[in-house]
């Protein structure tokens, strides 16, 4: 079974920093699809950035962006000029393309004013 | 905007109750989904259905069900409330034109079992 590893259970940084979240996963397969989703304080879970194995190119989302390592099986997430609204939870989560998302236990970042 | 929404935002309940978590989506979505979140541990599959009156077992179906009479509503089922359900649940939709795991989550019910 594919696990979804994040190492840091807490962040913080000042407003209008650079952060980077660490995510590394398990699978043998090549096909697969990466997503970081965020849930802000007593709001609801939104997609931030997905990545399909299959393109080499980095996503980027606006101050959003990933550095995918496919041989590492690493995924982290940047979060570029930081504001106060980004202060959530993240989750790294996988899926080979069937409806089974896995995701990992979460980074609480908070963004210091 | 995809809306999804939750019955309750808050359920306090005793054990040994049947316990009912409704979830509704107006986008016409095919694919409805039930997740527990338990602080260390994520969110963990219940659930899952692609389809009216269809349904497929998640990581931890265990003391759970499900029910999906009508394509926008999904219902979770705690046939036996016990207090290690104590947990937020989470319902969440996909469009099968989406990215598999692109998913539309709702506000989430933390229900409590006493």
């Known amino acids: 079974a594919q696990t979804v590893t994040q190492s840091q259970p807490e962040m913080s940084v000042q407003e209008a920093e650079t952060v980077t979240l660490s995510c590394t996963y398990d699978?043998?397969?090549?096909?697969?699809?990466l997503f970081w989703y965020k849930q802000p304080p007593s709001r609801q879970m939104i997609l931030v950035i997905r990545?399909?194995?299959?393109?080499?190119q980095n996503a980027t989302e606006n101050r959003f962006s990933v550095n995918f390592q496919k041989a590492a099986k690493s995924f982290s997430l940047k979060i570029s000029d930081s504001q106060l609204g980004d202060t959530a939870m993240y989750f790294c989560?996988?899926?080979?393309?069937?409806?089974?998302?896995?995701f990992g236990t979460g980074t609480r970042l908070t963004i210091i004013p | 905007d995809v809306k999804v929404t939750q019955s309750s935002r808050y359920l306090v309940k005793r054990t040994g109750e049947k316990v009912f978590l409704e979830c509704v989506q107006d986008m016409d979505h095919e694919n409805m989904f039930w997740y527990r979140q338990d602080p260390g541990l994520g969110l963990r599959l219940i659930y899952f259905s692609y389809d009216v009156k269809m349904k497929e077992k998640g990581d931890i179906p265990e003391g759970y069900s499900v029910s999906r009479e009508k394509k926008e509503r999904f219902s979770l089922i705690l046939e036996s409330a016990s207090t290690n359900q104590t947990s937020m649940y989470l319902c969440?939709?996909?469009?099968?034109?989406?990215?598999?795991?692109?998913?539309?989550f709702g506000p989430g019910t933390r229900l409590t079992v006493t």
């Open positions: 989560a996988f899926t080979f393309g069937n409806e089974k998302l896995t």
């Open positions: 699978t043998s397969e090549n096909n697969y699809y």
């Open positions: 990545q399909e194995a299959y393109k080499q």
């Open positions: 969440a939709s996909r469009p099968v034109k989406a990215l598999p795991g692109e998913q539309y």
